[in-house]
Structures are given as structure tokens and as C-alpha cells.
């Protein structure tokens, strides 16, 4: 029998990304840029200089009426109720088991009104369960904006300095994890937010999904931070931004397998809430003692590069965990990875063995994130 | 990118260079693309008798790891210890960057390699471009 294979989607930069010769994998049924000059060399941009990302593989889902705060927080685990008018908060949506559907980016747009962005690869699965979760409650209007917006992430210490070229929105005044909307490249209320997924301050911009449109402000991105050092960067230097940052990433750190508290993210579930999904199984876990397993930071100790998927041991050779991601760090020059194992091993500078290739290579246990920016000084 | 038509080629894209009972063994510049920025290389050992098709070691790239095969058997000779520390000379220099040398304990093996043009029609055949 013939095997049906689906077309990949593509963003409307496709054609963008094949003409500037950009690697392209298919990612999560997208044909993504993995890699347009190098991915060192985007890493590297990304950390010291800036650095440009299509995302527009993410989804947008708006929940919108006078039932959305309740529907939000039915529906994610941190308390949308604390948000201000253009504020944004890490959150996830749940399994009633305390497991991930996926994680999250909730931004309050007005009063009745919020957006959330979910991940590329989990779209479908997530919209499907955001209707069969809230969709009962009254007075919320579910829509699936995720192919209305080419989404741009212009993220590293120059990024500011790139996109206030293109604007009159002082950006200085949008805080970490806030949003407003301004004209930027001659388009009126884009959405501007300082988030991103790289460990450096940044913004994401949602422009409208036309071609000529996302390709001329892609273009004018580039040439505004041409002085500054930007470069186009694909999803290879993501991942390794992400890692080296140690935020999670769905089907890796966090799964329909794994829980809140064993990931780590505890702190954005709230507990105090009256109810959302998944509550109760984490109050369970909280109860009991707290997870049997928890996220670890590793950095190999002994030549050798643990990746997805490889078996973690203790010293004394007892299979405990595997690695969930795992590489070089370019920026730090070290081989990392996230595992989860036992809550007894993961005290600070514990050893153990990463199995690679039939090879058992020490890693020790290393402090969470692995990659900090550095603070700005106060006269910035 | 190029591929010298002196060398064989194999599909899981090593070359070797061989004259007589002798040969070294890279990687090609398809491979190198392929696989990005290359920061580690795994050796085998000098005395390591490989078979054809046998993996020796392994090249790898921030994002992938990719197995290296022995094209013909053999016995290790030599090894490019110089790659321990600039591995990233594999992304520079692919078509004159050995990995290993070996005695080739068949010579016959490597007629059923493909040439150079043969290559460059699998790579065109595998990759659509």
C-alpha cells in the first residue's frame, strides 16, 4: 500500500527562506529553516549581537467574551485573573493528570479578550482540546487566528536597537513579557511584545500572513539591523539558544507523560486557584511528597556529546533516566543536556554516566539555567 | 561543491583515496553541509581491523550525530589526531581532510564504489536537486 504522505506547510516566508539558500527540514509538518549561514554563526549573532526568526509556525488561539478570563484559567494552569491590559505569562494548558497538552504563552489583550500562543507541532491536538475543554463554558468565542499572522523574532542585545529603527512605538517602555500595538514598517497595529524563546531580551512582532507583506518587513528587519550585526537564523540555533537557556521544549522536557512539578514549572501552576484542569492531580503529587523525578541540568564531564533520547545512569550502573536534549552549547563552549532522573541524584555536582554509543561517559549535575544574560547596569 | 574524480564514494558518503594496498578515508563535502558546524570527531584506533561497511567511528555536528563506515576492509595504519582538537577542519577542507589511513586487505572492494559522476547522480537522486 501506498504510504500518503501530507504536504508540508509552509509559512509565508517560504520563498524568502529557499531563495537565501536556507537548509529546510521538515519540522513537525512545516518546512522550516533549519539553518541559513551557519548555526554557530546564528547562535553566536543571537547571544552577542541579533538575530532574526520566522515563527510564524506558531499558533495563535484567541478566547474572546465576557466568560474568557474564566475560560483561560479553566484552561491554563497560571492565573491569566493577575494579568494587566497588555501583559503576557508562561503558562500550560494541562491534562486532568497533571501532564502537559502543551506549554504556553497567555497574553491579555483587553478585559474579554486574550491570546494564546501555543506550539507548531501540538496545533491541531490543542485546538481540538481548548474546544472540548471551554468550549461548554458561556459567553467565550473560540477562534483559531494561527494562519492570520506571520509571527518575526528579532532576539539578542541589539535587538531593541533593530526594531526602534522601524517604529515609533518607544520600545524602551514595553517590560519584559509586556506587549502593546504601534505601526511598524508602515503597518498599523502590529503586535509588539518583548518575549521570546532564546534567553536574550528580544521582541516578537505578529504582522499580517500575506507574502509581499511578510517578505518586505523580513527584508527591511535585516536591513535595519544590518549595522548591528543581524543575520537571518533558522531552528537549529533556536534549539540550542533554548537548551543553553533551559527552557522547555514539548515532546522533550515536557509531554503528555510528564507532570508540572517534575518539569520544574511549579511555580507558574497556582495552586490557590479554585480550579483548572489538572489541579488536582498536582495537588496530589505536592501532597505525596513531590515528584519521584525531577529535570536536571547535565554537562558532560568526559569527551562525548549526549543527545535526545540517550540513557543516564548512575556511576554505579543503574539505568535512571534519559536525556530529553542534549548538544553543544556554542555560546558556552560545553556539552549539555536536560535529563530527568530520581530525586536523589539531582543534588548539585552529582556524577553520572550517559550512555553514547555503548559508551558510558561521565556528566555531572549542573545548576539550571545553563546560560544566564547578563543584567543590564542600571544606567541602561 | 566538488568531488575529486580520483576517489570512490559510498552512499553513506565517506570517500577514499586509495593507491595500491593503501587508501584514506574522508568524508564528503555533501556530507560536511549536511551535517553543519562539526565540533567532534570520534577515532578509531591504529590496528583496528575494519570490515566493509563496518562503522569506525563517528562525526559530529551541533545538531546531528552521523556514523562513519569503512568503504573496504582493512587494518587502521594511521589516524588524523589533528581532528581532536580542529574538527571544524572537516567543514573547511572535506575533499583533502583524512580521517583515517588503512591497509586494504581487498582491493577488489572498491570497484564496487561509486565514482565520482555516480556519486553526484545519488546525491541529485537523494535530494531531489
Redesign the interface.
Known sequence: MAETVAPLRKTALNAVHRAAKA?MVDFGGWDMP??YS???AE?TAVRTAVGLFDVSHMGDIQLRGPGSLAAVNELCMNDASKLAIGQAHYSAMLYPNGTFVDDVIVHKLSDNDYLIVINAGTREKDIQWVRKTIGHMPSVHINDFSDHYTQLAIQGPRAMETLQKLTSTDLSTIKNYWFTWGKVCGLYNVMIARTGYTGEDGFEIYIPSDEPTSGRVWDEVLAAGAEFGIIPCGL?SR??LRLESAMALYGHEISDTINVLEAGLGRYAKLDKPSFTGRDALLEVQNAGGPQRKLVGLEMIE???G?DGYPVFTLEGEKIGEITSG??A?FLKKNIAMAYVPVVCTALDTELAVEI?GQKVKAKVVALPFYKRPKKSASL | MSYPTGYRYTKEHEWIDATGTTGSIGITDYAQSSL??I??V?LPKVGDTLEAGEAFG?V????A?S?LFSPVAGTVTEINEALNDAPETLNSDANTTWILKLTISDTTQLDSLLSAAEYETFISEETGH
Open positions: 537548509k533549519v539553518e551557519g548555526l554557530i547562535h537549529g534549539n540550542t569527551r562525548g556529546i543527545r548538544s553543544p556554542p554509543r | 553543519g558546524d565540533v567532534f570520534e563517528s559530529e555536528s551541533v545538531k550525530v556514523e
